[in-house]
């Protein structure tokens, strides 16, 4: 495995340091469940490779990029959501109020969802 930084949480749980509840794995990517799940069905699809985030990939990971995308549609099959209906969300960034600097996916469903999301909020425009 190429990039891995020991001090990321995610990259633990790749490495099996920390447990999680894994959903799917395969050579590039794995999804497990979010610690404090916002929906019935929240689940985190991460490279295993340590990319800290969506501005930081380059063409070089179109593969990688590609099997995150892949990896929601068969987790959402699992998740028994592929149906329904499910939302991806990566919070990128301050305003996206990322909390972990290791690229990830929200996939959430379960539930009826509201848009947009700055419902209730002054928005601003710039
Ligand atoms: P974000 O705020 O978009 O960076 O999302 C980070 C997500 O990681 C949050 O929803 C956390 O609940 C989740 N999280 C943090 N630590 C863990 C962990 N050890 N296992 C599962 N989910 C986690
Ligand atoms: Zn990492």
Known sequence: ???QDPDCIFCKIVSGQIPASVVY???QVMA???LNPVAPTHILIIPLEHI???SDLSPEDEPIAGQIL???RTVAEKAGVLESGYRLVFNNGRDALQSVGHIHAHLIGGKGMGWPPFAGQSVGHG
């Open 52 to 54: 800290t985030s969506l």
């Open 1 to 3: 495995m190429s990039r």
């Open 25 to 27: 794995r395969n050579d």
């Open 32 to 34: 497990f469940r979010d």
């Open 70 to 72: 892949l990896a929601a």
